[in-house]
Every structure is written in structure tokens, then in C-alpha cells.
């Protein structure tokens, strides 16, 4: 599996599509179906998609063998990492540069084929003619992937090979098995069908020896063999009367309007076939490169944002301006309730600069939150402009003005306005939807649904003293369920041991709860027995969870029972969370370890040290850079995505520390916690 993992991220892409794949990400409009329609123009991404769909970390016990079931199953967020992940090989390969010629025409045989078995399997009554297209597509992976581990001996190999047949021999030769093998075994372990791994194997065989293999092997191999390059050959047409009774002329005429389709995608997207690196192609390398830093710089921005507080949320949003795009001076203009007005504070000035009507002629901010459209405004537009513009152009101080409207989905109707020069006005026209995502990320960590200002702390502490209240009729209930059910096993029942541990369990929770309408306090010092907890908590779950999924809990407490002035509704909470999130990243026959050490030095202080490692696939990129905000989760409907935001706040609490490693071997938490004095 680590070969086919290497040989997944080894595939090289053209630019020119991977620029269009980004441009779709980057408006943020792309349908799933829109995206799928354009990585299925490049076989390298398709592949990495697929692959990744059905790898350990995302299967949900079903393969997904159509492009746009494994969109769906991965959501834009992971197909956003892995083309940027490609995006930056793409970008620092060696191969790319080197071999811009070699890699268009490779990528323009896959997709004729593709295209040309999606329309035999029409002709032929094919039930799936999307999965024909994918083992079209998928032909010649296994040259990418040569051309990506070994591009200077293998591109030689292609130079002096004089057919397909001359290149197979070659590379039995040389790597003891070929090109289609090796694409087949990588769809088998990638998770598609073997069919499909199959058709991919075999489209180079005659077609006497295929005659009754199966109907996707025959239209994969006719598909392949009409779609190379120069007049349609005899073997060809022989091929086509065997496999399917189809005569010259259809033969002919499906060649040429699969041609002709893909002549003109290609021209859409700026490749020139035959050019070995012409002007297109380092454009094309150059827009990547650019794509790219808008979107780490879109990433940093999103950190920014995340710190916003709740007063003067206007100067946090300008600071994470000035330090992810460089954009010294902004407003942020937000609608009234009524969406009457817009209005835009100037540093922490707690009433607005700006109150503007929202109505048409009235100021150019209003006419671009209106029309729902960027403007951009100049200095030289001064004397047209109505004062207000005027003074909003000073307030940036800058020589022009981009007013950017936030979407209307976002909430409350608002706009951002950047004081810019000349020259960073030049470069963001280039870049539109680069200003539009800013403005929507802006948008989204404003909550554009609530005025800039004090939120209402009176009646959110009223709703939370009655949802806690709530909370304590059912689980009164079943406290009381629990002491009759006490008294009618009895005493020496087996189960009074873990009845006693849900007790303390709901009691835990109500005092969590209680702990939501109280002012914080200083919690009373108290000896905890660290080993104690951790032992009580682990054997809950290697009881329950563990032991359902055949997870191996392993556990090993240090020596002398090392005590904590600490609360125990803190450290169990954490124990709890962890080791949640461990069973759910691991699923079924994984391992687990929890460890205690006890003293452990950092910083001159001295520590008691929880370990909790896991060997589950480790954290996505897009989690570890994340980690411990309060973020969407990842694991569907019914989980909030708070676990590790809590985690964190409850170390720090504690006054301790946290970290985390996370890599392909599993997941490792530390938590350092400060011993009791005297200690």
C-alpha cells in the first residue's frame, strides 16, 4: 500500500488543468458535479481522488468507483488539499518542465480514449458508460507513473520504442513488467473494480485474444486503438468489425468528433499539443504558482480571522489583512437590522464613521452591495464621485479603492472595502476571485447575521440557565431509574460496579452543566489520584467501545500513583474526549496505549505526562492546521466538531500543556499536567 500511495502522489498533471481545477475551488460556486467535470479531464487527478476516497482513512465500508461518488465522499475542503498538494509537486517537478510536450500528449491519448469508450459503450448498450470513461482515462497511469519515479530513463524508452509492442518488451526488460500492469495493480489497490483493472491491463492485446473478455475490456481496448494518434491503421479497423461489427465509415467518423472534442478542450484551456514549452505552458506553470499563494494566503487569513473578538471584530479583520495580503488600510462596511443603512467603524471608535443609505446613486459601496458586483474607484474619479466616496477614498488612504460586496448567502448585506496602489489594484484585477473569497471568509468570521458590537450577554445567560435547567429534569430521571434498579439486583449483583460508574458519570455531567451558570471560581486543591482516574476511565471503554470493535486498549500507569492538585472532572473529560476521538479514528481491530510517566521536566517545572497514541491513518493537513478550534467536524451529522477545542481549554485551565503528533504510523497525544505542591 505504500507503494501505491508513492505512485498516487508521484502522477504528474498538466498545469493548465490543474489551474482550472483550482479557479473552480477558488469561486467556491463549483457544484461537486461542476468539479468532477473538470478533474475528470485529467487522469492523474482523477486517480489521486479516487484513491484517496478508498483509502483506510475514508472508507465507510463502500468503494467508490465513479469520480463523482468519491467528490462526494471526500467534500470540496479534502479535494481542495489534494489538488493543492499535486498543484506544488506539479509546480517543483522536474519532470513538468522537462517534458511539457511528452506530458500533453499523454494527457491528450487518455482523454480520447476516455472519451471514445464512453461513446462505444453508448453505441454498445453498455449500462455504465460513466465507468467506461474512467477506465479509458485511467490507461496509461501506469506511464505517469514512470514518467514521475524515472522520468529521464523512461522518457528514452518512449523516445526509442517504435510501437506499443517495442515498449511493452522494453519494459519487462528493464522493470520486469509494463506500463499496463503496473497501472492495473494500482486500480486494484486504489479500490476500483477488477474489471476496471482490468480493461486498463489489457488495452493493449490484440483483439483476436479479447474477443470474449469482458464488454468493458473489448470497448476499453477498440477505444484505445481509435484514439491514437495519425490515420486510423488496419489493425484498427479489423478490431472494430471483431469486437463490435462496427464498418470504416463509423469507425471514422466516432474518431473524428472525439478528435475534434478534444481539440477543442485543450484549446479552451491553452495546451498546445505538439509545443515542447511554448509561452502558454510557462503561463500556465506561472497562473499555478499564483493560484497557490492565494490560497495559502486565503488559509492564513482564515487563522487570522478565527482570533476575531467580539468588540471592534473591524480591527481584527483589518490586522488580518495587513498580514496575510499586505493591505495596510480597510473598512468593513455591515447593514443595519433593517438593512436600511451600512455602516463602517474606524479603529475602535465604538459609533460608526459611515452610515450610508442603502440605495442606488447614493455612494458607490451601496451600488456594488446592490448589484451584488466589485467596484473599483480611483483617485481620479474624484470629482464624479459624491463626497461620501471622497472621504471613504481618504479614510483608506490609498490611491484607489476596490469595494468587494459580500455574498448574498452570507448573512447580513455588507462590503469590504481595500485602500490600494496602483500596482496592487493592477495585480488583484488580474486575481477577481481571489478579492471574492477573501470577502467571503470575511463575511463568514464577521457571522454578518449580528451587528458589529456587545452581544446581547443578558439574555444568553438567561437561555443557558434554562437549558441547563432542562438538562436536569432527565437526568434526574435517571439517577432515580438507577437507584430502583440498584435495589431491585441487589447488592452483590455483578452489575453494581458499573451502575456505580454511570452514576458518577451523570453527577460529572451535572456538575459540567452547572458549571455553564456559574461565575468561574478557584477550585479547591485537591490531592487526585492520577492513576486511579485514568484506570476508572479507560476501563469504561475497554469495556464498552473498545470491546465492541475489537480495539486493543492497552494501558500503563507510572509508579507511586503520582498525585494532582487538580480537578477530576477536568482530567476525565479529557481522558474522555481523547479516547473518543482515538475509537472513532482508528475503527474496528485498531490499538490504543495509554501511558502515565511521572516526573517529566519542561521548562524547569515538573509534570505528570498522559499519552495517548493511536495507530489509526493520523489527521488530514486540513485538521492538524486546525487542531484544537472549535471547528465543523469531519465526522458527520451529531458531532459538533468542539471535542479538542475543549480538550485545550481544559488543559489550559489546569495550567498545563498539550501537543499532538500525527502522522501515517497513528495519532499521539501528550498531556502535561503540573504536580501537586509539595511534590
Not at 468593513?332 to 440605495?359: H, M, S, T
Request: aromatic share 4%; net charge negative; hydrophobic share 40%.
Amino acid at each position: 500500500m505504500a507503494e501505491a500511495r508513492k505512485a498516487r502522489e508521484s502522477l504528474p498533471s498538466l498545469p493548465q488543468v490543474l489551474v482550472r481545477i483550482l479557479d473552480a475551488i477558488y469561486e467556491d460556486q463549483a457544484d461537486l458535479q461542476k468539479l468532477s467535470a473538470i478533474i475528470l479531464q485529467d487522469a492523474a487527478m482523477t486517480a489521486r481522488v479516487i484513491a484517496v476516497a478508498n483509502s483506510s482513512f475514508y472508507y465507510r465500508g463502500r468503494r467508490q468507483e465513479s469520480l463523482d461518488r468519491a467528490v462526494l465522499h471526500l467534500g470540496t475542503d479534502a479535494v481542495k488539499t489534494l489538488v493543492m498538494t499535486a498543484s506544488m509537486r506539479q509546480l517543483f517537478s522536474r519532470f513538468g518542465r522537462r517534458s511539457p510536450r511528452l506530458l500533453k500528449r499523454v494527457w491528450r491519448n487518455a482523454l480520447v480514449t476516455a472519451s471514445l469508450s464512453q461513446v462505444l459503450a453508448v453505441l454498445t448498450s453498455y449500462p455504465r458508460p460513466e465507468e467506461a470513461y474512467l477506465s479509458g482515462l485511467m490507461v496509461d497511469i501506469g506511464r505517469l507513473v514512470r514518467l514521475g519515479e524515472d522520468p529521464e530513463r523512461y522518457r528514452a524508452m518512449l523516445t526509442e520504442a517504435g510501437d506499443e509492442q517495442a515498449l511493452i518488451r522494453t519494459e519487462r526488460e528493464v522493470f520486469g513488467s509494463t506500463h499496463c500492469e503496473v497501472a492495473a495493480d494500482l486500480m486494484e489497490q486504489w479500490g476500483l473494480s477488477p474489471f476496471i483493472a482490468d480493461a486498463v491491463r489489457y488495452h493493449l492485446e490484440p483483439a483476436i485474444r479479447i474477443r470474449d473478455a469482458h464488454h468493458l475490456v473489448k470497448i476499453v481496448n477498440l477505444g484505445y486503438s481509435m484514439g491514437r494518434p495519425g490515420a486510423i491503421g488496419h489493425d484498427t479497423l479489423v478490431a472494430g468489425d471483431t469486437l463490435f461489427g462496427l464498418n470504416e465509415g463509423l469507425t471514422a467518423e466516432l474518431r473524428g468528433r472525439v478528435s475534434d472534442d478534444v481539440t477543442g478542450i485543450a484549446r479552451s484551456l491553452g495546451i498546445d499539443i505538439e509545443a515542447e514549452d511554448d509561452a502558454s505552458d510557462r503561463q500556465a506553470r506561472q497562473s499555478l504558482g499564483e493560484r497557490l499563494e492565494g490560497l495559502n494566503q486565503l488559509a492564513r487569513l482564515q487563522g487570522e480571522l478565527s482570533r476575531i473578538a467580539t468588540l471592534h471584530r473591524h480591527v481584527a479583520v483589518q490586522r488580518a489583512l495587513l498580514l496575510t495580503f499586505g493591505v495596510q488600510h480597510s473598512l468593513v462596511f455591515l447593514a443595519d437590522d433593517g438593512a436600511e443603512f451600512l455602516k463602517a467603524w474606524i479603529d475602535e471608535d465604538p459609533e460608526p464613521a459611515f452610515l450610508l443609505p442603502l440605495e442606488r446613486g447614493r455612494s458607490v459601496v451601496a451600488d456594488a452591495v446592490l448589484e451584488g458586483r466589485p467596484v473599483q474607484v480611483t483617485a481620479a474619479d474624484g470629482e464624479e464621485l459624491p463626497v461620501v466616496d471622497r472621504q471613504i477614498l481618504g479614510a483608506c488612504g490609498a490611491e484607489s479603492m476596490w469595494v468587494q460586496p459580500f455574498p448574498p448567502d452570507t448573512g447580513r448585506p455588507g462590503a469590504l472595502v481595500l485602500g490600494l496602489n496602483s500596482e496592487q489594484l493592477s495585480q488583484l484585477a488580474e486575481r477577481g476571485s481571489l478579492v471574492a473569497a477573501m470577502g467571503r471568509e470575511i463575511a463568514a468570521a464577521l457571522g454578518s447575521a449580528q451587528e458589529l458590537g456587545r452581544p446581547d450577554t443578558e439574555a444568553l445567560e438567561r437561555r443557558i440557565r434554562e437549558m441547563v435547567h432542562e438538562a436536569g429534569n432527565p437526568l434526574s430521571i435517571i439517577q432515580n431509574y438507577l437507584a430502583m434498579l440498584r435495589v431491585k439486583l441487589g447488592e452483590e449483583h455483578d452489575a453494581q460496579l458499573e451502575i456505580g460508574v454511570i452514576r458518577d458519570e451523570i453527577e460529572r455531567v451535572g456538575r459540567i452543566l452547572m458549571r455553564m451558570r456559574e461565575a468561574p471560581r478557584e477550585a479547591e486543591a485537591a490531592s487526585v489520584s492520577l492513576n486511579r482516574e485514568v484506570q476508572q476511565i479507560t476501563d469504561i471503554f475497554a469495556a464498552s467501545v473498545c470491546s465492541a470493535r475489537g480495539i486493543e486498549l492497552e494501558v500503563e500507569l507510572a509508579s507511586g500513583d503520582p498525585p494532582l492538585a487538580q480537578s477530576p472532572d477536568h482530567l476525565r473529560q479529557i481522558l474522555t474526549n481523547l479516547l473518543k476521538n482515538a475509537t472513532e479514528a482508528i475503527g474496528e481491530n485498531g490499538k490504543i496505549k495509554v501511558t502515565t510517566r511521572d516526573p517529566v521536566s519542561l521548562g524547569g517545572r515538573r509534570y505528570t505526562e498522559i499519552i495517548i497514541q493511536d495507530d489509526g491513518p493520523g489527521l488530514p493537513p486540513e485538521v492538524q492546521a486546525r487542531l484544537f478550534s472549535p471547528v465543523q467536524s469531519t465526522k458527520g451529522d451529531g458531532h459538533s466538531g468542539l471535542g479538542l477545542s475543549i480538550v485545550k481549554r481544559l488543559v489550559d485551565e489546569m495550567d498545563g500543556v498539550i501537543l499532538c503528533s500525527s502522522g501515517a504510523e497513528g495519532t499521539r497525544f501528550q498531556v502535561l499536567l503540573p504536580r501537586a505542591a509539595g511534590e
